[in-house]
């Protein structure tokens, strides 16, 4: 049978949205937060205390 794997995915702390994993992150998925660096320049909501 020739089925392919599924990805790993995350979910990205910043907007909340699901993202697969990508052949740029295959070195440090471990590593991957965010789905982005736009997301990543981003920090999460984080409530001040
Ligand atoms: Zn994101």
């Given at each position: 049978?020739?089925r392919k794997a599924s990805?790993?995915?995350?979910?990205?702390?910043?907007?909340?949205?699901?993202?697969?994993?990508?052949?740029?992150?295959?070195?440090?998925?471990?590593?991957?937060?965010?789905?982005?660096?736009?997301?990543?320049?981003?920090?999460?909501?984080?409530?001040?205390?």
């Amino acid at each position: 049978m020739h089925r392919k794997a599924s990805l790993p995915s995350k979910v990205c702390p910043v907007c909340n949205r699901p993202f697969a994993w990508r052949k740029k992150w295959a070195k440090d998925w471990d590593a991957v937060k965010y789905c982005s660096e736009r997301c990543r320049r981003q920090r999460p909501a984080v409530t001040a205390t």
